[in-house]
Nanobody, 127 residues
């Protein structure tokens, strides 16, 4: 069992940067692929970024490419989502997710692939 807790959300103005964190506990974090998803009001949850267990592979949704960086620190059992130049359309609840990969380089882009989810952190970007 893996427990995930997101933090770092808040109300910010457009154009600023924000870093979200997701702290994992319960099992060995380093063998897990991680993903960040978001769900805006009235919309389905969507992938934002994903990263393999070692950090060597990463994926970004087209809507955030160039503005967002996913990274992880396996020694701290934490994955990060660094967001720059935030826009009002980035307003959403951001969730982190984890799935075991047995130290393969895989990462996953879709919700059903992830077994473990955090409760989410709200990011609101005002114009």
């Amino acid at each position: 069992q893996v427990q995930l807790v997101e933090s770092g959300g808040g109300l910010v103005q457009a154009g600023v940067a924000l870093r979200l964190s997701c702290a994992a506990s319960g099992r060995t974090f380093s063998g897990y692929a991680m993903g960040w998803f978001r769900q805006a009001p009235g919309k389905e949850r969507e992938i934002v970024a994903a990263i393999s267990w070692s950090g060597s592979n990463a994926y970004y949704a087209d809507s955030v490419k160039g503005r967002i960086t996913i990274s992880r620190d396996n020694a701290k059992n934490t994955v990060y989502l660094q967001m720059h130049s935030l826009k009002p359309e980035d307003t959403a609840v951001y969730y982190c997710a984890a799935e075991r990969t047995d130290y393969s380089g895989r990462l996953f882009y879709t919700e059903p692939k992830y077994r473990y989810w955090g409760q989410g952190t709200q990011v609101t970007v005002s114009s």
